[in-house]
Structure formats: structure tokens, C-alpha cells
């Protein structure tokens, strides 16, 4: 290989990572990445110095797409799983009949009834 079959090939290698820091620049601004990622991401994608001293480490919540869904699923555990909406599901749950649960209660009662508790053993 040449020289200039060597530079030729630099030169294409750095115009494809410069395409794919454009690509995730695209992406990282659909997921809400933070701004230092995008700021490098630009500046790596137009060919120009950039710091990746402030890049790592970098946590998902830090982007505004997961921070999202996790407000929406805190939302939807404090409206369902608590306080009096998951009194009344229970409450409406166990009111439900079926066969099943009669013939259980019929056979629990050919058993003398539900099982007493025993107190514990004294020493």
C-alpha cells in the first residue's frame, strides 16, 4: 500500500465516524442526552476538537427519555398500587365468587371449618 493509498484510506475512515457522531448526535437529541454528549457529538460530527474529559460516567436516567418513563411508571405505582384505589381492588377482588372457591369452602367445612390457630409451644 502507498502513502496515498494509506491517507486515502484515513481520510474515508474519518468521514464515516464523522457520519456516525452526526447519526448519534441525531439520536442522543431524541433521547434527551445530556449536554455535554451532544455538544462532543457536533463538534466530533463538523470535523472540530471536542473533550470527552466530562462524557463518562454517564447514567440513563441522565437522559430526558428513560427520566420520563420513570416518572410516568412512579405515577402510575402511586395511583394504583397505593392508598385507597388498592384497598378497594382488594376489597372488590375478594367479593368475587366462583365454583372453585365454593367447592374449597364446601370441602373446608366437611374438614370442620378453616384451621384454628395454635398457639405456640411454652418452655
Same mark, same amino acid.
Given at each position: 500500500?502507498?502513502?496515498?493509498?494509506?491517507?486515502?484510506?484515513?481520510?474515508?475512515?474519518?468521514?464515516?465516524?464523522?457520519?456516525?457522531?452526526?447519526?448519534?448526535?441525531?439520536?442522543?437529541?431524541?433521547?434527551?442526552?445530556?449536554?455535554?454528549?451532544?455538544?462532543?457529538?457536533?463538534?466530533?460530527?463538523?470535523?472540530?476538537?471536542?473533550?470527552?474529559?466530562?462524557?463518562?460516567?454517564?447514567?440513563?436516567?441522565?437522559?430526558?427519555?428513560?427520566?420520563?418513563?420513570?416518572?410516568?411508571?412512579?405515577?402510575? *405505582?402511586?395511583?394504583? +398500587?397505593?392508598?385507597? /384505589? $388498592?384497598?378497594?381492588? !382488594? #376489597?372488590? =377482588? %375478594?367479593? *368475587?365468587?366462583?365454583? +372453585?372457591?365454593?367447592? /374449597? $369452602?364446601?370441602?373446608? !367445612? #366437611?374438614? =370442620? %371449618?378453616?384451621?384454628?390457630?395454635? +398457639?405456640?409451644?411454652?418452655?
Amino acid at each position: 500500500m502507498t502513502m496515498d493509498q494509506h491517507i486515502a484510506r484515513l481520510r474515508a475512515r474519518v468521514a464515516d465516524l464523522e457520519a456516525l457522531c452526526a447519526a448519534a448526535y441525531q439520536f442522543g437529541g431524541a433521547v434527551g442526552a445530556p449536554e455535554v454528549w451532544l455538544d462532543a457529538l457536533w463538534e466530533a460530527s463538523q470535523g472540530n476538537a471536542f473533550s470527552t474529559e466530562r462524557l463518562l460516567p454517564v447514567l440513563a436516567e441522565e437522559c430526558d427519555a428513560v427520566a420520563n418513563l420513570h416518572k410516568q411508571l412512579e405515577d402510575v *405505582r402511586r395511583i394504583v +398500587a397505593v392508598g385507597p /384505589a $388498592a384497598a378497594e381492588l !382488594g #376489597r372488590v =377482588g %375478594g367479593q *368475587r365468587t366462583s365454583a +372453585a372457591k365454593r367447592r /374449597a $369452602a364446601r370441602a373446608n !367445612g #366437611r374438614k =370442620g %371449618g378453616r384451621p384454628r390457630e395454635q +398457639a405456640a409451644p411454652v418452655r
